[in-house]
């Protein structure tokens, strides 16, 4: 079994920033995948940002590549998601997943564990 632990959500002005993280316990991480998700009001459930755990290869969806940064601490077993000019579009619950397998994927029913997730609303 799998545990994810999300925070770092919060309020923030366009043009801010916030870092999300999400702590990974019960499982060996060295061989898997992980993944960021957000959901907004009346929405469906949109993809962020894939990394794969052993080389720490990084997929980020259009709409916040360039913004936003995805990473991982192997010793922690924690991944990291800067967030960077944050938008007002940004707003949603973040979540954290976690896929057991090596090969990154944006499509959320591929995912295996979620976090409880974490609120992040933009202000304009």
């Known amino acids: 079994q799998v545990q994810l632990v999300e925070s770092g959500g919060g309020l923030v002005q366009a043009g801010g920033s916030l870092r999300l993280s999400c702590a990974a316990s019960?499982?060996?991480?060295?061989?898997?995948?992980m993944g960021w998700f957000r959901q907004a009001p009346g929405k469906e459930r949109e993809f962020v940002a894939a990394i794969r755990w052993s080389d720490g290869h990084t997929y980020y969806a259009d709409s916040v590549k360039g913004r936003f940064t995805f990473s991982r601490d192997n010793a922690k077993n924690t991944v990291y998601l800067q967030m960077n000019n944050l938008k007002p579009e940004d707003t949603a619950v973040y979540y954290c997943?976690?896929?057991?397998?090596?090969?990154?994927?944006?499509?959320?029913?591929?995912?295996?564990?979620w976090g409880q997730g974490t609120q992040v609303t933009v202000s304009s």
């Open positions: 997943a976690d896929r057991a397998t090596g090969v990154i994927s944006s499509i959320w029913y591929d995912y295996d564990y």
């Open positions: 019960g499982r060996r991480f060295s061989r898997y995948a």
